[in-house]
């Protein structure tokens, strides 16, 4: 059997936070929407299109203690539909008894960008395209019937085009549903694309450049030609724990084995953790103060007239965890499971509650660690144990899961899960730049990138980053026979060195270590990054992507610790030229030896579609490992239980 403890009273704070990283509550929501009410910073067409804790400075949470008062503030981009002006405030809702506006600036929108798009403006898209007459013409020379057509707003990127200056644009893609079972992904109208002035509600330019025929074959798994019995040839697998889950949870507190975290949920970073420490000897040692995946892009390679400008910031220019889903048991997670609510506001500033939305539970993963010795016939297998908090979200045709897992060996890992529905075009052939997914039907190359942010504490806040490699060593007196190699260590002393790219062919990993804290072999302490090492952006350099994501052009970057630098490809990214994020962090070349550290992690997947991804994609997998180098004396999981078997008992 399974079960599920549903922890609805565990996430529901009340307006008084007892801890600074307490979870956003309602009553703070709807604080910080009177506030803002208040201080006219509100008409009638307003629309709250980001709500999410502002958090307390590093200082003021590493000294909080039980019983001390707590500061508590929310922060917000608003955007008014009728103008299209938008405004980022901070809203202090301490009191519990309304808040009140301590900051608040207008978004220079030619300078900046524009804010995030709001659900209401994709729901009007519809409407806007059937009262264009160049749409309407597009579509009638191609024997289209509008009424079925599906329109798909993306975020337009800036390309400098005149005629956008200043303008809240998105570019709109259709696609063809013949009846309310029909999956229109499987019929592109491709060659043609509207662009829309959602302030206006008008199109303004039809781009119309090739007519390519729609392909016609269904595409719901669950119909033909696709539809199969199901199988029937797999028998129950149950995960049961009959003493309960090995965790506790104290608000948004956990603690398991000698990992403890506290974690906070953001409709534009999704699923955030806090002060991971790990205990040993009787003390928590620091790790991590904050870890997070602030941004992603997805770039596209179809450089075709309609789409060569399809590159999506799912957070900056989506807010994507808005779309979290209601996990279920069973199907997203299985075992013991405990599940948190998270609270947010919807685009009218009240708020919202995900049931479900966060998933924590423990795995088996295997063996942990094991050796059977010739010499004294011990026997000995430990299994491996990990703990799981994750989350899920469906944007557009794209479902990513976000999963934290922690070892028992003092390994961190995040792993990001890609499935759903590619994005598809027609097919042009074999020299284009996509696959053939059924007939007609083409899937474009793309990239998934990711870029995790790491506030490490190792041990302290006082730490240094190194560069590892595995090198070679030449043929020498001291290596007569070739068979050398060692490990290289360069430090990286400022923001401009630590500009990095992995390379797996050296076995590249990237070493923070704090050197006011050795082992027992008088060793600095540290955790080291280990990358996957896939591509990095494949754009030109030139190119408008490779600008406003630089992030995702490097592996890796590391920062000097400022509060105010928290999104990696600045804080407006929808419609944003570029030069924001973390080429202006690095720009001052600060000192990192001996600093309070950030490493910016870029990784992800480079998609190039195959049939079997059609028609609904299985799970494909990226992330990256923090693993213990020195910071431990020893295997700090030789206390890991034996099985539960008299096979597992060991002599």
């Given at each position: 059997?399974?079960?599920?403890?549903?922890a609805?009273?565990r996430?529901?704070?009340?307006p008084?936070?007892?801890?600074p990283?307490s979870?956003l509550?309602?009553?703070e929501i709807?604080?910080?929407r009177l506030a803002?009410?208040?201080?006219?910073?509100t008409?009638d067409?307003?629309?709250f299109?980001?709500v999410?804790?502002?958090?307390?400075?590093?200082?003021e949470?590493?000294?909080?203690r039980?019983?001390?008062?707590v500061r508590r503030?929310?922060?917000m981009?608003?955007?008014?539909r009728a103008?299209?002006?938008?405004t980022v405030?901070v809203?202090?809702?301490t009191?519990?008894?309304?808040?009140?506006i301590?900051?608040?600036?207008?978004?220079?929108?030619a300078?900046?960008?524009q804010?995030p798009?709001l659900?209401e403006e994709?729901?009007d898209i519809?409407?806007?395209?059937?009262?264009s007459e160049e749409w309407?013409?597009?579509?009638?020379k191609r024997?289209i019937?509008?009424?079925?057509?599906r329109?798909?707003?993306?975020?337009?990127?800036?390309?400098g085009h005149?005629?956008?200056?200043?303008?809240?644009?998105?570019?709109v893609?259709?696609f063809?549903?013949?009846?309310?079972?029909?999956l229109?992904?499987?019929h592109?109208?491709?060659?043609v694309?509207?662009y829309?002035?959602?302030?206006a509600?008008?199109?303004?330019e039809v781009?119309?450049?090739a007519?390519?025929?729609v392909?016609m074959?269904?595409?719901e798994?669950d119909?033909?030609?696709?539809a199969?019995?199901?199988?029937?040839d797999l028998?129950a697998l149950?995960i049961i724990?009959?003493?309960?889950?090995?965790?506790?949870v104290?608000?948004n507190?956990?603690?398991?084995?000698?990992?403890?975290f506290?974690?906070t949920?953001?409709?534009r970073?999704g699923?955030?953790l806090?002060q991971l420490g790990?205990?040993d000897g009787g003390e928590?040692?620091?790790?991590?103060y904050?870890?997070?995946?602030?941004e992603?892009v997805?770039?596209?390679?179809d450089?075709?007239?309609?789409?060569y400008w399809?590159n999506?910031?799912?957070?900056?220019?989506y807010m994507?965890g808005?779309?979290?889903n209601?996990?279920e048991?069973?199907c997203?997670c299985?075992g013991?499971?405990t599940y948190?609510d998270?609270?947010?506001s919807?685009?009218?500033?009240?708020?919202?509650v995900?049931?479900n939305a966060?998933?924590?539970h423990?795995e088996?993963y295997?063996?942990?660690?094991?050796?059977?010795d010739?010499?004294n016939?011990m026997?000995?297998t430990?299994?491996?144990?990990?703990?799981v908090i994750?989350?899920?979200l469906?944007i557009g045709?794209y479902?990513y899961?976000?999963?934290?897992?922690?070892?028992l060996?003092?390994t961190?890992?995040?792993?990001?899960k890609?499935t759903?529905?590619?994005?598809?075009?027609?097919?042009?052939g074999p020299?284009?730049?996509a696959?053939?997914m059924?007939?007609?039907?083409?899937a474009?190359?793309h990239?998934?990138?990711?870029?995790?942010?790491l506030?490490l504490?190792v041990?302290?806040?006082r730490?240094?980053?190194d560069?590892?490699?595995a090198?070679a060593?030449?043929?020498?007196?001291?290596n007569?026979h070739?068979?050398a190699?060692r490990?290289?260590?360069?430090?990286?002393?400022?923001e401009l060195?630590a500009?990095r790219?992995?390379?797996?062919?050296r076995s590249r990993?990237w070493?923070?270590?704090?050197?006011d804290?050795?082992?027992?072999?008088g060793?600095?302490?540290?955790?080291?990054?280990?990358?996957?090492?896939q591509?990095?952006?494949?754009?030109?350099?030139?190119?408008?992507i490779a600008?406003?994501?630089?992030?995702a052009t490097?592996h890796?970057?590391a920062t000097q610790?400022d509060?105010?630098?928290?999104?990696?490809?600045?804080e407006?990214?929808n419609q944003?030229?570029?030069?924001?994020g973390?080429?202006s962090?690095?720009?001052?070349?600060?000192?990192?030896?001996?600093e309070?550290v950030?490493?910016?992690?870029t990784f992800?997947?480079?998609?190039f579609?195959?049939?079997e991804?059609?028609?609904?994609?299985?799970v494909?997998y990226?992330?990256?490992k923090?693993k213990p180098?020195?910071?431990?004396?020893?295997n700090p999981?030789l206390?890991?239980?034996?099985?539960t078997t008299s096979?597992?008992?060991?002599s």
């Amino acid at each position: 059997m399974t079960h599920a403890t549903t922890a609805t009273d565990r996430t529901d704070t009340s307006p008084s936070a007892t801890h600074p990283l307490s979870l956003l509550a309602a009553e703070e929501i709807d604080a910080a929407r009177l506030a803002a009410q208040q201080a006219g910073l509100t008409t009638d067409t307003t629309r709250f299109v980001y709500v999410g804790l502002e958090e307390a400075p590093k200082h003021e949470v590493l000294a909080h203690r039980d019983g001390d008062a707590v500061r508590r503030r929310v922060n917000m981009i608003l955007i008014d539909r009728a103008t299209g002006f938008a405004t980022v405030a901070v809203a202090d809702v301490t009191s519990g008894e309304g808040g009140e506006i301590v900051e608040s600036r207008t978004v220079d929108a030619a300078g900046e960008g524009q804010a995030p798009i709001l659900d209401e403006e994709f729901d009007d898209i519809e409407a806007m395209l059937l009262r264009s007459e160049e749409w309407l013409s597009a579509l009638g020379k191609r024997g289209i019937d509008p009424e079925k057509v599906r329109a798909v707003p993306l975020s337009a990127g800036n390309f400098g085009h005149e005629d956008e200056t200043g303008r809240r644009v998105c570019r709109v893609l259709a696609f063809l549903q013949l009846d309310e079972a029909d999956l229109p992904w499987a019929h592109p109208i491709d060659g043609v694309c509207a662009y829309v002035d959602l302030t206006a509600g008008e199109v303004f330019e039809v781009v119309d450049s090739a007519e390519l025929a729609v392909p016609m074959e269904r595409g719901e798994w669950d119909a033909g030609p696709h539809a199969s019995p199901m199988r029937t040839d797999l028998k129950a697998l149950e995960i049961i724990q009959p003493d309960g889950p090995s965790f506790t949870v104290d608000g948004n507190l956990i603690s398991w084995a000698d990992w403890s975290f506290r974690f906070t949920f953001d409709v534009r970073e999704g699923l955030v953790l806090h002060q991971l420490g790990f205990r040993d000897g009787g003390e928590v040692r620091p790790v991590v103060y904050r870890a997070s995946i602030p941004e992603m892009v997805v770039p596209y390679g179809d450089p075709s007239p309609a789409r060569y400008w399809i590159n999506y910031f799912d957070q900056g220019e989506y807010m994507f965890g808005r779309y979290t889903n209601s996990l279920e048991l069973g199907c997203d997670c299985l075992g013991e499971i405990t599940y948190f609510d998270a609270t947010i506001s919807d685009e009218k500033g009240r708020p919202r509650v995900v049931k479900n939305a966060i998933c924590l539970h423990e795995e088996d993963y295997g063996v942990l660690w094991k050796h059977t010795d010739l010499f004294n016939g011990m026997t000995e297998t430990r299994r491996s144990r990990r703990l799981v908090i994750s989350f899920f979200l469906t944007i557009g045709n794209y479902d990513y899961g976000f999963y934290w897992y922690l070892y028992l060996d003092g390994t961190i890992e995040l792993q990001a899960k890609a499935t759903g529905i590619v994005f598809t075009s027609a097919y042009t052939g074999p020299d284009g730049f996509a696959t053939q997914m059924a007939p007609g039907l083409g899937a474009p190359f793309h990239q998934h990138l990711f870029c995790a942010r790491l506030d490490l504490a190792v041990d302290g806040h006082r730490n240094a980053v190194d560069e590892l490699d595995a090198v070679a060593v030449p043929v020498s007196d001291t290596n007569p026979h070739g068979n050398a190699f060692r490990q290289a260590r360069t430090r990286l002393t400022s923001e401009l060195d630590a500009r990095r790219t992995a390379d797996n062919l050296r076995s590249r990993t990237w070493l923070v270590s704090n050197p006011d804290k050795q082992n027992r072999l008088g060793e600095d302490v540290a955790y080291a990054l280990h990358p996957e090492g896939q591509p990095t952006l494949l754009a030109d350099p030139s190119s408008v992507i490779a600008k406003r994501g630089a992030f995702a052009t490097r592996h890796l970057w590391a920062t000097q610790y400022d509060p105010a630098q928290k999104w990696p490809a600045g804080e407006i990214v929808n419609q944003s030229p570029g030069g924001d994020g973390l080429e202006s962090f690095v720009a001052g070349d600060r000192p990192l030896d001996g600093e309070d550290v950030v490493l910016w992690h870029t990784f992800g997947l480079t998609h190039f579609p195959r049939p079997e991804d059609w028609p609904v994609m299985p799970v494909d997998y990226t992330g990256f490992k923090l693993k213990p180098v020195g910071f431990f004396d020893r295997n700090p999981a030789l206390d890991a239980p034996r099985g539960t078997t008299s096979h597992c008992h060991g002599s």
